[in-house]
């Protein structure tokens, strides 16, 4: 089971996340977002990062930001992926021209189930279930990343989902996050009925928005991967 901690804003969230086991960390580049953080400091952040023994997959978070200045701020900070979490089209994702290719995600926030099955044909980045069949499951990306439904929000809600809508979405499209009002009290749960590839977590390990309780970071961690050991 792989975790994406999101949200970070600071260098020793992010380092706690590291040592606890996170797999993926997340930046958020979107001003209007409680936990945005700015190009410097993610650059400042990713610099020390880079040079620990061992660092996570790291994940720029935009929204309905153009193709090429996520691709700039990828190269800028040094980053290895780009979540795509607004209306963004397909074609970022899926042509060979985009600069995001090979490199992207969708976030989706699917009212339902045949919504979320139509999202997924069009946002699967292609031959990734090649590449998930291939390729070590520590260098790859989700494929697509599963939020709760809200009309307005981006992300960020604090309520948990459709779990029964996404499990079946997980048994059919490989390399599924799930994302949405997961916690401490829940993951170990989510984990064992959705059976995703991996979850994603900001507001539920948190002291204050963009900040990250150190406790609440191990023991989520702990108990989404508990089934590993």
Known sequence: MKVK?????????????????????GFIFYPASKRAIDVAAARRIVAELR????????????????AQKMAEVLA???????????????????????????????????????EAEAD????????????????????????????????????????????????????KVPGLMLAGGLNVNNVAQAVRFVHPFAVDVASGVESAPGRKDPALVREFIRLAKRDER
Request: proline share 9%; glycine share 8%; hydrophobic share 40%.
């Open 5 to 25: 901690i999101c949200g970070l804003t600071n260098l020793e969230d992010a380092q706690t996340a590291v040592s606890a086991g996170a797999d993926y960390l």
């Open 51 to 66: 040079a620990a023994p061992h660092c996570p997959l790291l994940v720029g978070v935009f929204v309905n930001e153009t």
């Open 76 to 114: 800028d900070c040094q980053l290895d992926f780009a979540q795509l979490s607004g209306e963004e089209v397909p074609a970022l994702i899926g042509e060979e021209s985009s600069p995001l290719y090979g490199r992207a995600y969708k976030a989706l926030r699917p009212a339902s189930l045949a």
């Open 120 to 171: 997924a044909e069009w946002y699967l980045p292609p031959e990734y279930e090649a590449r998930f069949n291939s390729e070590p499951s520590d260098k790859l990306p989700p494929s697509l990343l599963i939020d709760t439904y809200h009309p307005t929000l981006r992300g960020g809600t604090g309520e948990t989902g459709d779990w029964v809508a996404t499990a079946v979405l997980a048994r």
